[in-house]
């Protein structure tokens, strides 16, 4: 089983904390468009005829297309690959451009998962964030989309923003709750640099919040969405009722993915690729029928690094027996070791040769995959 994702790179106005690859000029759509049914067609046997399971929509913003540039991509995608009948479909979108026409002709594709940037549902901090839509349009948003069938929903959340009280995040929380998704994602705002709000912090206009408020916010949100009936299966990600992001799981997983578009990253089992992150040169090049990317080919040492960051992160864990069929028994033994004393103090569980993180492990989380990690 294989992924396909498709990046996206065009936004309406260009957030004060990303830092995606994505432009706010849509002027190149139409080649943009074109070049990714090449792409598809150019690499056609990168996922080795693999069945494909996921395929996802990111980017970007991935609802600045339209219904005719959406059909277009899957009638490439449908007519090249072989695709699984339980295939998920996700689409990112913002809350702001899902009009009930888009909808409804989005209806006419064979989207299955919607997954809906809100971040907050205060607006003052969507404000601060340079969002495009208010609260009451998100909460809008996700009501038509669920009138219109769609139940499988995910919505973004970010907490840990400059001046959030315990007090905004709960409401966030209970409002997130109480539109009833199916899959919620949340994560820590970070201050990338090269971004706006990297600018803002080194120039004193915002400060970063107290890190002991971070951790209170983190194990609020825990504790809510389990009280709420959703599963925290991975350490930025909750579920309900079993409804994992496929596509992300399969990254989580190790599986193979092919990444389709400017700064999209691919995966083939082995070694690593990534497009050239401009969309005039990545149109340029695919158009000569070459392919602007480059790659990463990633030693045993490097896969096993892999194998470790990505387990760990999720409910399943690192499989002992599988890490030592992949990587040998020498780095079984290395990660064992390394992870004896984290295992004593109660902060990861050895349950059936699977090494997960217990509760209190989560928060430290960083520490121990670290230690975990091999080091040349
Ligand atoms: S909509 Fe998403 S991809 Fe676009 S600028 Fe905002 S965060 Fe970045």
Redesign the pocket.
């Known amino acids: 089983m294989a992924g396909i994702y498709i990046h996206v790179p065009f ?1 309406k ?3 004060i ?2 830092d ?1 690859y ?1 432009r706010t000029d849509i002027s190149p759509k139409d080649d943009y468009i074109e070049a990714v049914c090449k792409e598809l067609l150019l690499r056609r046997d990168y996922l080795s005829e693999d069945i494909v399971s996921t395929i996802y929509f990111g ?3 991935p609802s600045q297309l339209s219904y005719a540039d959406l059909k277009r991509i899957f009638d490439v995608i449908y007519s090249t690959y072989p695709i699984s009948e339980n295939v998920e479909i996700t689409m990112e979108a ?1 809350p702001d451009d899902l009009s009930i026409e888009y909808l409804e002709s989005l209806q006419k594709l064979p989207f299955n998962r919607l997954s809906i ?1 809100i971040q907050s549902f205060d607006d003052g901090e969507l404000k601060f964030l340079k ?1 495009r839509h208010t609260s009451q349009k998100a909460i809008d948003a996700v009501t038509m989309c669920q009138s219109l069938g769609y139940n499988n929903i995910s919505i973004d959340l970010m907490y840990g923003l400059p001046n959030q009280t315990m007090d905004i995040w709960q409401r966030n929380l209970n409002q997130a709750i109480s539109l009833n998704v199916s899959h919620i994602s949340s994560y820590h705002l970070i201050y990338e640099q090269g971004t706006r709000l990297y600018r803002l912090f080194k120039i004193g206009q915002v400060r970063p919040i107290d890190e002991d408020l971070s951790v209170d916010m983190f194990s609020l949100m825990i504790d809510k969405l389990h009280e709420a009936g959703f599963e925290h299966y991975e350490i930025s990600n909750f579920a309900k009722n079993g409804s994992y992001s496929q596509h992300n799981s399969s990254y989580w997983l190790g599986k193979r993915y092919l990444g389709v578009g400017p700064a999209a990253h691919s995966f083939d089992g082995n070694d690593r690729a990534w497009n050239i992150a401009s969309t005039p040169k990545y149109i340029q090049s695919i158009n000569k029928g070459s392919l602007a990317l480059e790659i990463e080919y990633l030693d045993l040492n490097a896969r096993y690094n892999d194998f470790i960051l990505t387990g760990m992160r999720t409910k399943w864990g690192v499989d002992l027996i599988e890490l030592e069929k992949l990587y040998g028994n020498r780095m079984k033994d290395y990660c064992l070791r390394n992870v004896e004393r984290y295992v004593k103090e109660g902060f990861v569980k050895l349950d059936n040769q699977a090494l997960t993180l217990t509760k209190n492990g989560i928060f430290i989380s960083d520490g121990i995959m670290s230690d975990l990690m091999w080091v040349d």
């Open positions: 936004c106005t260009r957030c904390y990303c995606f994505t980017g970007g913003t913002n940037g969002r």
